[in-house]
């Protein structure tokens, strides 16, 4: 299980959304072995005078927060991040030193879906890749 949030300036963001989602949900599937249909993506939009950010980055400046159950092995994590800034240079056109990306982790228990909570749950994929 994974969410993801994407922030960035509306007017850069809006135009990408579809092949950035595209592009950050392929490097899951090829990394993390999620499924195809496991795609939880959340654009939040700010308006330019809202978005503060370093003075060398430009205005595609954009952060990526994937949440996810705990389990994955550090190099895993490390090629995922990896992966994303490589294919989203290449396919989107938001070069490395405007991407920031960050992996939060929690236990499978914090979390809950289908009716269950995380760690009750068969899932039809592996955590620990």
Request: with cysteine; hydrophobic share 35%; glycine share 14%.
């Given at each position: 299980m994974s969410q993801i949030k994407i922030f960035g300036i509306k007017e850069q963001l809006q135009p990408v959304r579809n092949r950035l989602s595209d592009t950050i949900h392929q490097c899951i599937v090829?990394?993390?072995?999620?499924?195809?249909?496991k795609?939880?993506?959340?654009?939040l939009y700010l308006e330019k005078e809202d978005f503060f950010f370093p003075e060398d980055r430009t205005e595609q400046y954009t952060i990526i927060e994937i949440t996810m159950?705990?389990?994955r092995k550090?190099?895993?994590?490390?090629?995922l991040i990896q992966e994303l800034f490589y294919r989203i240079e290449a396919e989107v056109g938001i070069r490395k030193m405007d991407l920031e990306i960050c992996i939060y982790e929690s236990p499978a228990?914090?979390?809950?879906?289908?009716?269950?909570?995380?760690?009750?749950?068969?899932?039809?994929?592996?955590?620990?890749?």
């Open positions: 090829d990394v993390l072995h999620l499924p195809i249909g795609r939880a993506h959340r654009f159950i705990a389990g550090t190099e895993t994590k490390k090629r228990c914090n979390w809950g879906f289908r009716g269950m909570n995380g760690d009750e749950i068969q899932l039809d994929y592996t955590i620990g890749v």
